[in-house]
């Protein structure tokens, strides 16, 4: 049995994740069961622990709520005899390959590029100089935590623009809408633009700008390029000028992909080379004038999961394997 197990449903990199999981069942005829944690550890960690005491041989690719999730999610499949690979995040201190056969592999993009990418294209987008208002994710998130430190990173070659609140918003759109809210009536029209670890927090910032009639005065970074960013930015208007792809139908198809192949034992978890245990996938970065160079991937999930299962999970692009962990903060 396939397991996929996501924080929420209704941030579109999740959907996206389940929709990547119900294309890799289908292409490989396993069945397939849907964790939803509703953002909550004991819930993703209950429904696990219930799905392994059924007692069947199981495949699983988590995306943990929050890092500290990791181990105790790891142990209860080691113990039940599964196969587990987890995505995005864990304690840096946690590695497969010390831990044992069974979890199979850490996998993720790296955050410090993400922040990076779009920390430069903030810069160049004012010309060197304004404020930014930073949106990250979940405080006990290294995926959150590391592109904090690729932005900032990034904007110490722009002296002149200051980060000038941090406020968690939770992969959240409503959050987002109501942290950028509380921020707007606090700095007005000192905002010059808004960073979002995820594009879900980033449009919920981009509602509470356009409600407030600061509309085509904020610029906006972010990191996922969702669907309704790609509307955004297909629309010429200049509100969004850098994003990042990677997809979570990607991540979530190469986690579980690899898991099923140690369970079926296709993959020889022991002879796997450390980057693959512990790997950093590719990411890009995006802006308005290359956005249709990614998009593409977009209109043919089948087809990419059918190349996913014909090169395997670390030869298949646009996300190949590049690099062995953990990151490294700047």
């Known amino acids: 049995m396939l397991v996929a197990s ?14 990547g999981s119900e294309a890799l069942s289908k292409k490989l005829g396993v069945p397939l069961k849907i964790v939803n944690s509703n953002g909550s550890s004991q819930t993703e960690i209950s429904q696990i622990q219930a799905i392994l005491a059924e007692g069947k041989k199981v495949a699983l690719m988590v995306n943990t709520v929050a890092s500290s999730d990791a181990p105790p999610i790891v142990n209860a499949v080691k113990a039940a005899g599964g196969y587990v690979t ?18 199979v592999a850490f996998q993720k993009h790296s955050g410090v590029e993400s922040g990076r990418c779009n920390g430069e294209e903030l810069g160049k987008a004012l010309n060197g100089k304004g404020n930014v208002i930073a949106l990250p994710g979940v405080l006990d998130s290294t995926t959150s935590q590391t592109r904090v430190a690729g932005l900032k990173d990034a904007l110490k070659k722009f002296p002149g623009v200051k980060v000038l609140e941090e406020r968690p918003a939770n992969w959240d759109q409503q959050l987002g809408f109501k942290e950028m809210q509380s921020m707007i009536a606090k700095h007005g029209n000192a905002i010059n633009a808004v960073w979002a670890a995820d594009d879900a927090m980033m449009l919920g910032a981009i509602e509470a700008v356009n409600k407030a009639g600061m509309a085509k005065t904020v610029k906006f970074a972010s990191d996922g390029l969702y669907p309704p960013t790609i509307k955004i930015m297909q629309s010429k208007a200049d509100d969004i000028v850098g994003e990042t792809f990677h997809r979570g139908y990607m991540a979530a198809a190469i986690g579980l992909y690899t898991a099923y192949q140690a369970a079926t034992g296709a993959l020889d978890v022991s002879k796997m080379t450390p980057e693959q245990r512990y790997g950093l996938f590719k990411i890009s970065c995006v802006t308005p004038a290359t956005l249709t160079d990614f998009t593409k991937y977009d209109a043919d999930i089948p087809g990419w999961i059918d190349t996913l299962v014909q090169n395997g999970p670390f030869k298949t692009e646009p996300v190949p394997l590049v690099a062995a962990g953990p990151e490294k903060l700047p």
């Open 6 to 19: 996501v924080i929420n449903l209704t941030n579109p990199y999740m959907a996206s994740m389940v929709q």
């Open 86 to 103: 987890i995505w995005w995040n864990k304690p840096d201190d946690f590695d497969p390959s010390k831990v044992g056969n069974n979890f």
